[in-house]
């Protein structure tokens, strides 16, 4: 299947998987078409699956006070999940939201978790995984404290000119943490 295939071309540009890991892997996984608006993962619930991103976006949020935070998004090619509850095994602190129809590959972590013993390769793979999460939230939060809010929209353009055509003012606002009306402010100053 195309889909498989686009999954393991993405496993491959982080490192080589032999047939042997790919064999272990492959039989778990599952295709799935999701709408536009669902929620893959749920804040408050236990997650049990990591997904990759055959099409579409997705959004990273959390509600605090009656206001959503969006913290990150993805798009086509890219690992998703609520990685705090992946690790922990505690309940989710995000939702992640389809903001297109999307299509995934999921995998389900318990069997992920068992391959990581069998296989060094895929134990591997998992870690890369959590160190390219980790370094994009990084860069993110010292951008939030060191760069000005158009700063961070210019970066954003430039490195992702897709997500600023694609997503909502509000999404955008919240993902650079400055409020809907400056950030169209910001926006006219570009055109």
Same mark, same amino acid.
């Given at each position: 299947?195309?889909?498989?295939?686009?999954?393991?071309?993405?496993?491959?540009?982080?490192?080589?998987?032999?047939?042997?890991?790919?064999s272990l892997l492959e039989p778990t996984l599952e295709?799935?078409?999701?709408?536009?608006?669902?929620?893959l993962v749920k804040e408050g619930e236990t997650e049990d699956s990591i997904y990759f991103l055959v099409s579409g976006i997705t959004r990273n949020f959390f509600i605090r006070n009656d206001k959503e935070y969006t913290i990150e998004f993805h798009f086509q090619g890219e690992f998703v999940t609520?990685?705090?509850?992946?690790?922990?095994?505690?309940p989710s602190i995000i939702t992640v939201e389809t903001l297109t129809d999307t299509e995934v590959v999921l995998f389900p972590f318990d069997i992920i978790r068992s391959n990581y013993l069998e296989n060094v390769k895929a134990a591997n793979f998992g870690r890369i995984i959590a160190e390219v999460q980790y370094t994009k939230?990084?860069?993110?939060?010292?951008?939030?404290?060191?760069?000005?809010?158009?700063e961070r929209y210019s970066k954003l353009l430039q490195q992702r000119p897709e997500l600023v055509k694609? %997503?909502?003012?509000?999404? +955008? !606002?919240?993902?650079?943490? %400055?409020?809907?009306?400056? +950030? !169209?402010?910001?926006?006219?100053s570009y055109i």
């Open positions: 299947m195309q889909q498989l295939q686009e999954l393991r071309k993405a496993i491959e540009n982080y490192f080589p998987i032999d047939e042997e890991a790919w295709i799935t078409k999701i709408k536009k608006g669902s929620q609520g990685y705090y509850s992946i690790i922990t095994g505690e939230r990084l860069k993110k939060e010292m951008d939030l404290l060191s760069l000005t809010a158009e694609k %997503i909502s003012v509000k999404h +955008l !606002s919240s993902y650079l943490g %400055i409020q809907p009306e400056s +950030l !169209s402010r910001i926006r006219k």
